[in-house]
């Protein structure tokens, strides 16, 4: 089994700052690809970023500039570093993992960790 803990989220006022980890777990466990999603309420999962093995990144077009993702490969962990946060940015935001395990693709979502930016 393959197991993502969240953490992180919580209530911050528009212009602050929040960091998510996603931590995974799993014997012989290989990591690929390791992304961020979001969702609202009342709208769909939306990808927020994304970060290879080789730590080429990817963002939203929404987030650039104001968010970093990053991961710790020894850790099994990956990170989002939000700022400069907007009540826009108030959802759900859950931790994806691309990796493989004996020999089989294992695709693991967190259990989401929400975000609520509002004064």
């Known amino acids: 089994q393959v197991q993502l803990v969240e953490s992180g989220g919580g209530l911050v006022q528009p212009g602050g700052s929040l960091r998510l980890s996603c931590a995974a777990s799993?014997?012989?466990?290989?990591?690929?690809?390791m992304a961020w999603y979001r969702q609202a309420p009342g709208k769909q999962r939306e990808l927020v970023a994304t970060v290879t093995s080789g730590g080429s990144t990817n963002y939203a077009d929404s987030v650039k500039g104001r968010f970093t993702i990053s991961r710790d490969n020894a850790k099994n962990t990956v990170y989002l570093q939000m700022n400069s946060l907007k009540p826009e940015d108030t959802a759900v935001y859950y931790c994806n993992v691309d990796g493989s395990q004996y020999g089989s693709r294992r695709l693991v979502w967190g259990q989401g960790t929400q975000v609520t930016v509002s004064s």
């Open positions: 799993g014997s012989a466990f290989s990591i690929r690809n």
